[in-house]
């Protein structure tokens, strides 16, 4: 059964940072693309930032600049590091796993507020 964990949500204030984790369990995550997607309220889920199993990486233009994803092959992890927080970057971000083997999985989202 595959169990993503995401942690790392809190509350900032603009122009603060925030990292991110995702643990995947019951995958197989070397050969699975990785990202993280947010939804604020009111608005659709949208990409924030994904990286294959080759470790290409794609993101939001909104984040570009100020966040990076990274993962660890060994311990099963997605980061995703968030600098330069703006109050538009409140949300409840999601980690997600695919791969051709398994399918698409996601987890249970972590909120993330920025507000002064």
């Known amino acids: 059964q595959v169990q993503l964990v995401e942690s790392g949500g809190d509350l900032v204030q603009p122009g603060g940072s925030l990292r991110l984790s995702c643990a995947a369990s019951?995958?197989?995550?070397?050969?699975?693309?990785v990202g993280w997607y947010r939804q604020a309220p009111g608005k659709e889920r949208a990409l924030v930032a994904t990286t294959t199993q080759f470790g290409v990486t794609n993101y939001a233009d909104s984040v570009k600049g100020r966040f990076t994803i990274s993962r660890d092959n060994a311990k099963n992890a997605v980061y995703l590091q968030m600098n330069s927080l703006k109050p538009e970057d409140t949300a409840v971000y999601y980690c997600n796993i695919q791969n051709v083997a398994q399918g698409n999985y996601w987890g249970q989202g972590t909120q993330v507020t920025v507000s002064s």
């Open positions: 019951g995958v197989i995550f070397r050969i699975s693309a």
